[in-house]
């Protein structure tokens, strides 16, 4: 089952503008975390932030999580074409055995040199 | 510190046909996870393991797919027989233990073709 959705499905944008990414999620979590994949790198963790932190920062990476609206926003500051990426919220649910990760299906950032 | 290494990278196969995946981990990660990728969605957990334990393979599709992780370190994720659904890219990922606040780190992933 899909917890997080990622808003929006794509996204354009100049060299050096910022970009944001939303994503919204429908129960209850202890953590999220953030991906970036790209076909150079792969699937690489961003951030990961926990329930009660409200923000978090790393590098040109601001992340936020408002767990009464049940969102996360992930901005990228300064954008650079290796920006260009789908980028990924994960949320943890309990399975079977333990917490696991459920990806949204991304954001697709086009960064425009 | 080498990363997750993962082989075949790309894989053609009819179907009907069988198909064998290859992991190896982080080295000293106990916990490994096999995902599968379809075009335009996010990776979606096909089975966890700690150790050479299985944590969760509740959505493995068992009468089809399959999965080993042998001595607790290399894993093997098979599909007998391949349907044209399962055309996807299978991404291992590896971390040091169970539970959602452990990052993950991912192979570069198996682009498997069924025709």
């Known amino acids: 089952s899909q917890q997080g959705e990622e808003d929006p499905q794509a996204l354009s944008i100049q060299e050096g503008e910022n970009a944001t990414m939303n994503c919204s999620y429908k129960t209850s979590i202890n953590n999220l975390q953030w991906y970036r994949q790209n076909s150079g790198r792969g699937l690489v963790h961003l951030i990961l932030?926990?329930?009660?932190?409200r923000e978090k920062h790393s590098g040109r990476l601001r992340v936020t999580l408002d767990t009464s609206k049940k969102s996360s926003s992930l901005l990228i500051t300064a954008s650079r074409a290796a920006d260009t990426a789908s980028y990924f919220c994960?949320?943890?649910?309990?399975?079977?055995?333990?917490?696991?990760?459920?990806f949204g299906k991304g954001t697709k950032l086009s960064v425009i040199p | 510190e080498a990363g997750v290494a993962q082989s075949p990278r790309y894989k053609i196969i009819e179907k009907r046909q069988s198909v064998a995946f290859w992991c190896n981990p982080i080295?000293?990660?106990?916990?490994l996870y096999w995902y599968q990728q379809i075009l335009g969605q996010g990776p979606k957990l096909l089975i966890q393991?700690?150790?050479?334990?299985?944590?969760?393979d509740s959505q493995l599709p068992k009468d089809r797919f399959s999965a080993e992780r042998l001595k607790g370190v290399d894993s093997t994720l098979k599909i007998q027989p391949a349907k044209l659904e399962d055309s996807a890219v299978y991404l291992c990922?590896?971390?040091?233990?169970?539970?959602?606040?452990?990052?993950?780190?991912f192979g570069p992933g198996t682009r498997l073709t069924v025709t």
């Open positions: 994960a949320t943890d649910n309990l399975g079977a055995g333990s917490y696991q990760l459920t």
């Open positions: 990922a590896s971390s040091l233990d169970t539970g959602s606040s452990y990052e993950q780190y």
């Open positions: 080295s000293g990660h106990a916990t």
């Open positions: 393991f700690q150790n050479n334990g299985v944590v969760d």
């Open positions: 932030i926990r329930s009660n932190e």
